[in-house]
């Protein structure tokens, strides 16, 4: 008989199920054994009698052993388990478990680092369960938003030659007789392929950055969704685009996991409305200071600091009810060199803040190449990037783009720091298990 997920077993009918032991009650004359897959729960019920067969095994047994069961499922009124339970005639060890090393005394809830130490112990519980299958049906989401929409995923190298765009530190690694770099991003390549003339491609890949920062939204690893299409009047299409996926994607989190969410997180997932509310930087600071009192130091002005991002949550939702704030304006210093720029040399971009915290930078690109290469010397960027405005030298067509970061939005759906919302962290000092 073939092993069928506790979802799918069918009632009245002989089954085969296998998973891990959640709880274990040997008594003397019964043994109830709560069985977990990762679909679902179901008490199995042993007559002692009926299957002395039985006892040396179920002497074994500890919490979180794996067993596979073969036996009648039957309806119950007794059982609080979804009033079913299955009484098996087959009774299989597959594995069994020793002590968990990251059980609390009750009341008390283990270290964090401790759980990440163990992280494949820690992943088993319904919070975590539901966590990445949610993060798994919002990324589907997204990807079935886009192709609908004609746009085709690619997959692009994370071991380049030159140190990438952006301020963030670059990890350096050994490439046979030379140095290479882990990407910080895949902007260069999404961008050489809007060269290409493939007009619309997205892409979900690891991202890297060599920062020493320790707050909850950091990560020196973590998992970027890029899209960048082609053809584009403006930055707001690009804006436009975002709402549109991320509003989509939320509503098919809404649809399949909300109320599961609201069980076991006891979150409410909020699809937002559209439009989203816009304002420009500076815009920003002046509400900022009127309603909450908070002035940013004027060298400071050009970029959104920790604090303002932070307040965002509250203006947003003071002042246009919503969770989400794209923010505008910012200085060409505080933007890349590839952001194309209006007639007042403001780059032509924003920032996307949900929640307090950016999940995106967005913009349309520079793609005449003489003003791209002018406004990389500008940044004192020149032979590193040479490989990446050789791009734009054979005609470019206007395009535009930006990247989410996956965990972060997971983060924020279910309000969790970055370490409980990345199936596996790595920062500054972990690079375990």
């Given at each position: 008989?073939?092993?069928?997920q506790?979802?799918?077993?069918k009632l009245?009918e002989?089954n085969k199920?296998?998973?891990?032991?959640?709880?274990l009650r040997?008594?003397?004359?019964?043994?109830?054994?709560v069985?977990?897959d990762?679909?679902g729960k179901?008490?199995?019920?042993?007559?002692?009698?009926?299957?002395?067969?039985?006892?040396?095994?179920?002497?074994?047994l500890?919490?979180?052993?794996?067993i596979e069961?073969?036996?009648?499922?039957?309806?119950?009124?007794?059982?609080k388990l979804?009033?079913?339970?299955m009484y098996?005639?087959?009774?299989?060890?597959m594995?069994?478990a020793e002590?968990?090393?990251?059980?609390?005394p009750k009341?008390?809830?283990?270290?964090?680092d401790?759980?990440?130490?163990?992280r494949?112990i820690?992943?088993?519980?319904?919070?975590?369960?539901l966590?990445?299958k949610v993060q798994s049906h919002f990324?589907?989401a997204?990807?079935?938003?886009l192709?609908?929409?004609?746009?085709?995923?690619?997959?692009t190298p994370?071991?380049?030659?030159a140190?990438s765009?952006s301020g963030?530190g670059?990890f350096k690694?050994?490439?046979?007789?030379?140095?290479?770099?882990?990407?910080?991003?895949p902007?260069?390549?999404?961008?050489m392929a809007?060269a290409?003339?493939?007009e619309?491609?997205?892409?979900s890949g690891?991202?890297f950055r060599?920062?020493?920062?320790?707050?909850?939204?950091?990560?020196?690893?973590?998992?970027?969704f890029d899209?960048e299409?082609?053809?584009i009047e403006?930055y707001?299409?690009?804006?436009?685009?975002?709402e549109?996926?991320?509003?989509?994607?939320?509503?098919?989190?809404?649809?399949?996991?909300?109320e599961?969410?609201k069980?076991?997180?006891?979150?409410?997932?909020?699809?937002?409305?559209?439009p989203?509310?816009?304002?420009d930087?500076?815009?920003?600071?002046?509400?900022l200071e009127?309603?909450?009192g908070?002035k940013?130091?004027?060298s400071?002005?050009?970029d959104?600091?920790t604090e303002?991002?932070?307040?965002?949550?509250?203006?947003s939702?003071?002042?246009?009810?919503?969770e989400f704030?794209?923010?505008?304006?910012?200085?060409k210093?505080?933007?890349?060199?590839?952001?194309?720029?209006?007639?007042?040399g403001?780059?032509?971009?924003y920032?996307?803040?949900?929640?307090?915290?950016?999940?995106?930078?967005g913009?349309?690109?520079e793609?005449?190449y003489?003003?791209l290469?002018?406004?990389?010397e500008?940044k004192?960027?020149?032979?590193?990037?040479?490989?990446y405005?050789?791009?734009?030298?054979?005609?470019c067509p206007?395009?535009?783009?930006?990247g989410?970061g996956v965990?972060r939005i997971?983060m924020l759906?279910?309000?969790?720091?970055?370490?409980?919302?990345?199936?596996?962290?790595?920062?500054?000092?972990?690079?375990?298990p």
């Amino acid at each position: 008989m073939k092993r069928v997920q506790i979802k799918d077993l069918k009632l009245n009918e002989v089954n085969k199920l296998a998973g891990f032991i959640e709880n274990l009650r040997n008594k003397k004359t019964m043994c109830f054994i709560v069985l977990r897959d990762v679909s679902g729960k179901i008490q199995v019920t042993i007559e002692k009698e009926k299957h002395p067969e039985f006892n040396e095994l179920l002497e074994k047994l500890t919490i979180d052993s794996v067993i596979e069961v073969e036996g009648l499922v039957v309806p119950s009124e007794y059982v609080k388990l979804n009033h079913m339970e299955m009484y098996p005639d087959k009774l299989e060890i597959m594995s069994i478990a020793e002590p968990s090393p990251i059980v609390a005394p009750k009341g008390e809830e283990t270290n964090i680092d401790l759980r990440l130490d163990y992280r494949w112990i820690d992943l088993r519980t319904d919070k975590n369960t539901l966590m990445f299958k949610v993060q798994s049906h919002f990324i589907n989401a997204c990807r079935e938003f886009l192709n609908k929409r004609d746009f085709t995923e690619i997959h692009t190298p994370k071991l380049i030659g030159a140190e990438s765009e952006s301020g963030a530190g670059v990890f350096k690694v050994e490439y046979f007789d030379r140095f290479a770099f882990l990407a910080q991003s895949p902007q260069f390549y999404k961008q050489m392929a809007m060269a290409a003339g493939f007009e619309r491609i997205y892409e979900s890949g690891p991202v890297f950055r060599a920062e020493k920062f320790a707050s909850r939204k950091h990560a020196t690893e973590f998992t970027g969704f890029d899209l960048e299409f082609s053809y584009i009047e403006s930055y707001k299409d690009v804006m436009h685009l975002e709402e549109e996926m991320l509003t989509y994607a939320l509503q098919a989190v809404k649809d399949k996991y909300g109320e599961e969410i609201k069980r076991v997180y006891d979150i409410d997932v909020v699809v937002p409305t559209m439009p989203f509310p816009v304002i420009d930087l500076h815009d920003l600071y002046d509400e900022l200071e009127k309603r909450y009192g908070y002035k940013v130091p004027e060298s400071e002005k050009g970029d959104l600091t920790t604090e303002g991002e932070r307040l965002c949550q509250k203006f947003s939702m003071d002042a246009y009810g919503h969770e989400f704030l794209f923010v505008t304006g910012y200085s060409k210093e505080n933007r890349a060199f590839y952001h194309m720029r209006d007639e007042k040399g403001v780059p032509c971009g924003y920032d996307l803040i949900w929640k307090g915290c950016e999940i995106t930078t967005g913009a349309q690109r520079e793609h005449r190449y003489e003003i791209l290469k002018a406004q990389a010397e500008e940044k004192g960027l020149g032979e590193d990037v040479k490989f990446y405005l050789d791009f734009f030298r054979y005609g470019c067509p206007p395009h535009g783009g930006f990247g989410i970061g996956v965990d972060r939005i997971t983060m924020l759906i279910f309000n969790e720091g970055i370490k409980e919302s990345m199936f596996i962290f790595r920062g500054p000092d972990r690079l375990n298990p």
